[in-house]
C-alpha cells in the first residue's frame, strides 16, 4: 500500500486494470467539448482520468485524478438527497417526478398529467429540487449545499465563480423551465434565488478522487469511507440510486442499465460516477463528450469496468460470473 495525501493507494492487479482502460481509451478522440456554457469550452480535451474507492476505504487511480473541473448535472444527486432530507420523500414526490423522459437533459417539458418535471436527474427537474432546499435566505442555503458537498467529499468545496457567471448570464433555457415550473406551482416564488443556487451548485469544483468518493459514499449506506462521516440519512440511498439508475444518464439512460447495469450520473464538464452498492464508487473524467452529453470516455470505460468485473446488478448467472472465475485466475480483486 502507497500512502498518498490522506489517500491509500493500493497496489493490486486491479489498478492494472485501471491502467490499461486508461491507456486504451485515451487513444480515442471522438466527442466534443461542451460550449453552450462559455467558460468550459475552455476545458483541455485531453485531460482523462479514472478512479474507484472502494466501501473499505481504498483507493485506485490513474490518470489528471487531481485536476478540478465543475461537478455540473452530477450535482443533481446530492442536492436530491438533501431535499429528500429537507422536505421528506412524500412532499419531494409532489414536486418532482421519478420517470425518466427520453428527452435531452435541457428539455422544456412537464409531465402532462401532474405538471411536475419527469425526474430530479434533467435541469427542469433538478431546478425544482434545488428550490426545495431549506434555508432563511440564499446565503444560508449555499452554505448548507456546500456543507453537505464536504462531507461527501471529505473536505471543504468552493463554487467557480466564473463557470457560475457565465452559466447564470446565459442559461436562459433553465430560466424558461423555471418559469414553466412557476406557473404550474411546482416552483416557489422567487425563482432567481433558486436559479442561482442551482447554478451554484453546478459550479462546485471536485476532481476525480474527489467524485469516486462521492459515488462510495453512495455505495456505503451514506457514510463516507474515507472519513466515516454519514453524508446523507441511509434511508434515502435508494431513492437516489433508484433514479440515478432510470434517469441519470439521459436519453441514453436505458442503454447505459441494459450494457453497464449499475446506477450512474454524467455531467457536462465531462464527469460520470457511478455506483456498485455495497462495494464500491466509480468515477471518470474526460470532457469529450457525445450527442448526449455524456462523456465518451467515460462511457467505454464504465462498460468495460462492468464488463471485466462483472458489476451489471442483474447478472447472475452469465457474463459477469464467468468473467469472476477468470477474474479469480487473475487475481482481480473487485
Ligand atoms: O444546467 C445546465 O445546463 C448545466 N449546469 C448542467 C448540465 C449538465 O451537466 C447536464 N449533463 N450532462
Known amino acids: 500500500m502507497v500512502k498518498q495525501g490522506d489517500f491509500e493507494i493500493v497496489a493490486s492487479p486491479f489498478q492494472a486494470v485501471l491502467n490499461d482502460l486508461h491507456s486504451k481509451y485515451k487513444l480515442l478522440q471522438d466527442g466534443a467539448v461542451a460550449n453552450y456554457i462559455p467558460e468550459l469550452a475552455k476545458v483541455n480535451p485531453d485531460l482523462f482520468s479514472i478512479c474507484v474507492v472502494t466501501v473499505n476505504g481504498e483507493v485506485y487511480e490513474v490518470g489528471d ?5 465543475t461537478i455540473q448535472s452530477i450535482s443533481k444527486v446530492f442536492t436530491y438527497g438533501l431535499a429528500l432530507s429537507d422536505c421528506g420523500r412524500d412532499y419531494v414526490l409532489t414536486r418532482v417526478g421519478v420517470e425518466p423522459t427520453g428527452d435531452a437533459f435541457n428539455a422544456i417539458v412537464l409531465d402532462e398529467q401532474s405538471k411536475r418535471p419527469y425526474n430530479p436527474m434533467v435541469n427542469a427537474g433538478a431546478i425544482a429540487t434545488t428550490s426545495l432546499i431549506q434555508g432563511a435566505n440564499p446565503t444560508e442555503r449555499l452554505n448548507r449545499v456546500l456543507d453537505m458537498f464536504r462531507r461527501y467529499l471529505g473536505h471543504d468545496v468552493f463554487v467557480d465563480m466564473s463557470v457560475f457567471t457565465s452559466e447564470r448570464s446565459t442559461g436562459h433555457r433553465n430560466r424558461a423551465m423555471a418559469h414553466l415550473m412557476l406557473n404550474f406551482g411546482m416552483i416557489d416564488h422567487n425563482i432567481e434565488e433558486s436559479l442561482d443556487l442551482y447554478f451554484q451548485q453546478c459550479a462546485v469544483m471536485v476532481n476525480c478522487q ?4 462521492m459515488a462510495a459514499t453512495l455505495a456505503n449506506k451514506g457514510i463516507n469511507p474515507i472519513t466515516t462521516e454519514q453524508a446523507v440519512d441511509g434511508r434515502y440511498i435508494k431513492d437516489i440510486l433508484s433514479v440515478m439508475h432510470t434517469c441519470g444518464m439521459y436519453n441514453f439512460a436505458g442503454e447505459w442499465a441494459y450494457k453497464v447495469g449499475i446506477p450512474a450520473k454524467s455531467g457536462v464538464s465531462g464527469g460520470i460516477i457511478a455506483v456498485v452498492p455495497g462495494k464500491m464508487g466509480i468515477a471518470v473524467f474526460s470532457p469529450l463528450l457525445d450527442v ?7 462511457v467505454k470505460v464504465c462498460e468495460e469496468l462492468s464488463f471485466q468485473l462483472g458489476l451489471h446488478l442483474f447478472d447472475c448467472l452469465g457474463n459477469g460470473r464467468r468473467k469472476k472465475e477468470e477474474g479469480r485466475k487473475k487475481n482481480v480483486r473487485f
Open 292 to 298: 448526449r452529453g455524456n462523456s465518451v470516455r467515460g
Open 65 to 69: 485524478y487531481k485536476r478540478l473541473f
Open 210 to 213: 474527489d467524485l469516486a468518493v
